[in-house]
C-alpha cells in the first residue's frame, strides 16, 4: 500500500515569491494534517481536515498560508508572499478517523 | 499550555549499548503518549504508545512507560543496533477540543556506531 506522497521533496524560491505544495494522503484516509517543522524543532501542526472540512486551523498563519482540500482527498497547502523565515519542512500526515497518524517525507522549502 | 520536554542531543553510543531518551510533559487531564522516529529521508514513523497511566508501549525492542506520578514517558532499549540511528520525537495528544493534534519535542538525534 502507497503511503502519504508528498511533492515537491525540494523548494528554493526568492522571498516574497508564491510556492505551494501537494499532499496525497492514504487512500481511505479522511482525515489530513499539515505540520511545519523548523530545523532542530518537532513538527507543529498548522491545520487538520476531515475530509473537506478544516476543523483545527488555529496555528495557521492566514494572512499569507492558505489550504484547500477539495474532494476531500489531495490537498495543497500554499504560502503567497513567502518571507525567509518560512524556510522549513512542511509534512503532511494522514489517518482513519483520529486513529495513528501515517507522516510523509516531507517538502523542504528554502526561501532565499 | 501542552507541551513534551526531551533530553538534549546527540546521543551517540556504540552498537549494544543501552539507551535512554528522556521525555517529560505537562498536560491537563489525561494524555495519550507517543514515541515517534524519523530515518534519514524518510517520514516520522509512529515506535510506540501509551494511553493511559502505568500502561507500557513497546515494539523493535523499545521500550516506554508511561509514567503519571513524575510526568514522564523515557524510551529505553537494552541493546542498540547501527540500524537504530535516527531521530526520536516524543510527543502526546489530548481527549479534548483539539483531539487529534500532536505535540512534539524537540527530538533527540541518535547515533549508534558498529
Known amino acids: 500500500e502507497a503511503g502519504v506522497v508528498q511533492s515537491p521533496r525540494y523548494k528554493i524560491i526568492e522571498k516574497k515569491q508564491p510556492v505551494a505544495f501537494w499532499c496525497n494522503p492514504i487512500?481511505?484516509?479522511?482525515?489530513l494534517y499539515w505540520y511545519l517543522q523548523n530545523l532542530g524543532q518537532g513538527p507543529e501542526l498548522l491545520i487538520r481536515y476531515e475530509n473537506e472540512e478544516a476543523v483545527d486551523d488555529s496555528q495557521l498563519p492566514k494572512d499569507r498560508f492558505s489550504a484547500e482540500r477539495l474532494k476531500g482527498v489531495d490537498s495543497t497547502l500554499k504560502i503567497q508572499p513567502a518571507e525567509l523565515g518560512d524556510s522549513a519542512v512542511y509534512l503532511c500526515?494522514?489517518?482513519?478517523?483520529?486513529?495513528?497518524?501515517?507522516f510523509g517525507p516531507g517538502t523542504r522549502l528554502t526561501v532565499l | 499550555g501542552d507541551s513534551v520536554t526531551q533530553m538534549e542531543g546527540p546521543v551517540t553510543l556504540s552498537e549494544e549499548a543501552f539507551l535512554t531518551i528522556n521525555c517529560t510533559y505537562t498536560a491537563t487531564g489525561y494524555p495519550s503518549l507517543f514515541w515517534y522516529v524519523q530515518y534519514p529521508g524518510e517520514g516520522l514513523q509512529l515506535l510506540l504508545k501509551?494511553?493511559?497511566?502505568?500502561d507500557k508501549g513497546s515494539n523493535k525492542g523499545f521500550e516506554a512507560t508511561y509514567r503519571k506520578e513524575t510526568t514522564s514517558f523515557h524510551l529505553e532499549k537494552g541493546s542498540v543496533q547501527v540500524s537504530d540511528s535516527a531521530v526520536y520525537f516524543c510527543?502526546?495528544?489530548?481527549?479534548?477540543?483539539?483531539?487529534?493534534?500532536?505535540?512534539f519535542g524537540r527530538g533527540t538525534q541518535l547515533t549508534v556506531w558498529p
Open positions: 487512500s481511505g484516509h479522511n482525515t
Open positions: 501509551a494511553t493511559k497511566a502505568d
Open positions: 510527543a502526546l495528544s489530548k481527549a479534548s477540543s483539539t483531539l487529534g493534534r500532536l505535540y
Open positions: 500526515a494522514s489517518s482513519l478517523g483520529l486513529d495513528e497518524q501515517f
